[in-house]
């Protein structure tokens, strides 16, 4: 294709093969004009794998080769956390478009490094979660800035699992709970709320021992958090994450306002709609939103952005504010006094209502348009 | 009637009014020997009222006249919070059975005076909340102590509302939704799940000005809170109050642990039943209780003691530690360092299974027996 | 009590110890001026009991003594099923006021009459059920009559559970699920819809044999119950019940129109609230309503009919209009084929919107005002 | 490629665009061996639309091209319901596979007829709808006939939305809710409780113009049905189905046994898990199953079967008495009698558990494995 987006994949572990790569199949389905020209492994067999089910150009195990192609405009880094910082950074430096997962790095400085680079980059760098992308949270935006709940003073995020039983560096100092899920509801809560301002927590290794890839395994990180957010004028925020958690029926994300109530169905990184209580209406109203959107949705986004040449409207110094608040929390869990966060962001708005088809009237959500 | 518990009520606000009076009355019905024979109240038109719709047989003014009567067995201590301490304190001494609503106290040193003398004194002294008496509780209680869950590591509790539009006191200092409302979720947690060894929070004013009894006042207490409580071996629950709560579907408690998931349908202050996954189920087991239970059913427990001459379950002790996080809560919420608790107590057990009819044959839960 | 109205309640079984006689109690502390003079059961150690329990001044095993009695102003009808017409219809000829439990008899003739008789008579005619009284189903009206759903097509009603085990009229010719527990459902249809057209079934025997009151016994009429109704202009419900369920997690009630959806929270017999979709909302409006409205309310509406005199709200046209619904029903089940409605009845109407606290402030739904 | 089964497309409108193609796609991405070889509609752009968006080798607005082309191994019937029956019955003595979107014919005898080429024509005949190959029909049929709830008594299933807004033939006789949507309901009965014995049913047309692909259209068919179900054995359903729903809030399916209650989450065409009481339990259990089942499923069961050579579970005879009971059902709604069902068929087993993960392991339902 001539004017194909190319793209190389760094890491071609579960989130590459069950999601990163689909999407990328069923974006092509759409005549989105993509091509994947790289599978880049530290294992060359899981490149390998890669390559045949999704019919991938060439294989390496050196990132710096998919780097120094010209055939790459775009990188996936899709790496164990622990590497994100420094083959995202290296990326843009080699004057590529970056979606990086989350975290964009496990260092403030080299974070903070990675977005002034971004800042005159060639490419541009999108950092997930993507969840600011979702309809659900845009609507939530809306009703939260249309005034609808009024003042918000309390909020309440929550996501946790058992735990992954592969990969063993989700257990090693980067790894975590925090930063793999807790990161979804800091990303959620201050893109509904604006920057914070302080932060507190307790953490913990709940469980010290696991099996990983069929070995039994020293925890070395924590894997347990409560963390309370300040975003001053009396709004404090709690976030719940860790990989002690079997099962939850509860919403993802809780806003409580002066005038009302708002929160997720489901969760932030899966959202189904949303349920609003407002004082004056004197009811819950549920507005269930069978979405197709999808946790890896920054691609289609980025992607759009490089053939249309506009901003990727997820921002780095977001990713940037997001990261020192799980820092500082990582601190505060420690040491067990409140840290104050020194960065801020300019929130992504989301003001214009757009048209939909009446929700009678969309009888079946799993047919394609 | 010979034998009866007679009982001298102090305060005569709503929660006289609305909640233990009505419950005399129905225990009244059931044959319960209790007679009424003191309405006390500052304001004597309340205690008037009292009076002409309970067919109380005394009024006073002066709670010191309920407290030095012959006639009184037992003094339900129902006054503003602020007051609750010293009358408690003063009717133990008097040698009367006391019923004291939360806070017992608002002052450390005061509350545990009365505990060493509830320890040596002629009468029991029972402090609200009375939650543990619930069915629910207690089906939770012998959930979680049977390992259904396996080891706790994260809880969540909440409880608020939008505040009292009436009752000045509720927004002076020894005030607040911590002592009202909060209350009932750190005695909850503890109940469940033992003494805590430390407390973090963030509090604050959220609403500076409020409309209270027709008039516009200034909120001189905290009305707003997230507080943290570390349970030791990294468990760690958070408490979510605040008269900043329009209306919320979650449930009051939550509880993580390794092998499942327990949750209260309701809230502990009026429980409906739980919701319990575990691994080994891999579903999602819906246990209601549209139960007769209220909270003011301590009362009740607190007569049956009195009757039958043995030692209520709700220990001074217990609620004697809920008072030390609360206090230290508000402490942590105001310098943003975390506080150790002192206090501990042994936690009441419920392991007996008791005896129920099958639940699809109770077809008509209103029926009375 | 000078002004007081007498009541004599004939059958002294589950309904009457468990139901009515304790809400007798409750207007009676809330200075509603009844007495209770007579307790008649053909049991004299049942009527010995209601009489121990609820103060009652005489006993007797002839109702026709209550019925003779100048004490007696209003007669409770309590017993089983297949007495109910005879003891309604020498009550009403006695010149008493009398409420019916349902069915207000086996035989549309006989209830014709009682109706007849009903017009003209002394004393007022109250049959139940008296679903029409709650909050919800007149919410529920309101909403259906001012067109929020438009043209309602379709409806489906749902009662049952796994039967009595005790009381082996229950099983008799006369009794059985649809007089018992159906006729709720046939009431709250036509109160909301109008009258019915035609109505079709199919019923039958589905437990042949069962424990009742310790014996084993031959189930002698219909168990088992699907009945579609024709309200006409392509109105059709559906009542499902039967003796045959054992637990069940849908609306009681719920109506589609052309505009929305309306469904009860809970069951007819113990309403909490109710959900709307309009067309317009795009959303679910969830109204819960913790009424304390009960099933016995009827008596309370009753006596303050008498006392204020002015004619009940629930109609005996109404109740008779019912039972042909049941009747021809009962017919179609057995030769299979669809029966006209002959009677009609003029629904009672709730156009005005009461005054009522905003939900959000009414924090404890247990606390009596 | 060498052994793909080929496909040709007959009927282009929005079921095989918006479901059965896009289903294609995912299947060879999946690397089955497929190819697509014919777009057929009557109007030739809609053919050519087909094409272009699914890469088809040849269109043609004439079937019987490709009912003769030795090109083509399976043909999909996915016209309007009217020429379901004629364009199946031609394929399959074409010697071709066919999979015939819901109803198979509108017509009794030719339906019996397409049943009997079936038994020997060369290719398999596979009716929608394939409900049956869902997780969670087929978890629910395992716990219905290991006797989970006991013999079931009662039935209730429900499928309707406003009606489409496209495709005149909807509203013309042949078509209508029941042809489109009930027949799913139908199918799941059948499926799980066996071959049903007598129908009863109300219907009518309830709207009777509706703006139809931009135009004002009279309404020839019945839009709005209440069907009842006999079973034997005193076991009855209802179904409820229309063009006159808006929206709802219920179980698609409903079973009532002596022994406990099951009901699918979701709908049958769309489940997502099933809720199951037990009296032994005393609770619901929850079980959800956000399965990736789709309504097309049949297709990849159909095109598994071809390439192993092995009979479809599906089978005619099942389709066959599902069109038995809606066609009596249909009569019995226009004279108001019961009609007895002649035929009957060997309902599918699903005996044999099969292995799945622990659910609280299954962490992203979204992630492809």
């Known amino acids: 294709m001539e004017n194909a987006v190319k793209i190389g994949v760094i890491g071609c572990g579960s989130v590459a093969m069950g999601a990163y790569l689909p999407l990328v199949q069923r974006l092509q389905l759409q005549r989105y004009p993509l091509e994947l020209v ?17 019919d991938i150009k060439r294989t390496t195990t050196d990132f710096e080769e998919v780097l120094a192609s010209d055939e790459v405009d775009l990188v996936l880094v899709l790496t164990a956390m622990q590497a994100h910082g420094r083959v995202a950074r290296a990326a843009l430096e080699a004057g590529k478009h970056v979606l990086v997962e989350k975290p964009m ?16 980059s060639k490419g541009f760098l999108l950092c997930a979660p993507h969840v600011i992308l979702s309809e659900t949270f845009q609507e939530m935006w809306r009703r939260v800035h249309a ?15 058992a735990g992954p039983f592969w990969g063993r560096w989700y257990y090693l100092p980067g790894g975590g709970p925090l930063f793999d899920l807790g990161v979804y509801n800091v990303t959620s809560l201050t893109g509904l709320l604006g920057p914070a301002r302080r932060v507190m927590a307790m953490s913990g290794i709940a469980i010290p021992r696991r099996e990983v890839d069929g070995e039994l395994i020293d925890v070395q990180t924590e894997d347990n958090f409560q963390i309370l957010i300040d975003f001053g004028e009396a709004t404090f925020a709690v976030v719940t994450t860790g990989f002690t958690i079997q099962r939850y029926r509860v919403p993802g994300i809780e806003l409580y306002g002066t005038e009302g109530t708002i929160q997720m169905i489901g969760e932030d990184w899966n959202p189904q709609g949303y349920e609003l209580w407002r004082n004056a209406d004197g009811c819950w109203r549920v507005y269930e939103q069978r979405s197709l959107w999808h946790w890896t949705d920054g691609l289609r986004h980025l992607v759009e952005c490089i053939l249309e040449n506009r901003t990727p409207i997820i921002r780095p110094q977001h990713a940037y504010h997001v990261l020192e608040i799980m820092v500082k929390a990582m601190e505060s869990g420690r040491d067990g006094t409140a840290k104050e966060i020194e960065s801020s962001f300019e929130p992504p708005r989301f003001d214009l209502e757009h048209e939909t088809v009446a929700a009678h009237l969309r009888h079946d959500p ?4």
Do not use: N, P
């Open 38 to 54: 790289y599978a880049c492994d530290l294992d060359a067999s899981k490149a390998a794998a890669a390559q045949e089910k999704f």
């Open 105 to 120: 790095s496990m260092d403030l400085e080299e974070a903070a490094e990675i977005v002034r680079i971004s800042e005159t």
């Open 366 to 369: 799993t047919r394609e348009e």
């Open 147 to 161: 005034g609808d709940i009024g003042q918000v003073h309390l909020a309440r995020a929550f996501y946790g699992w």
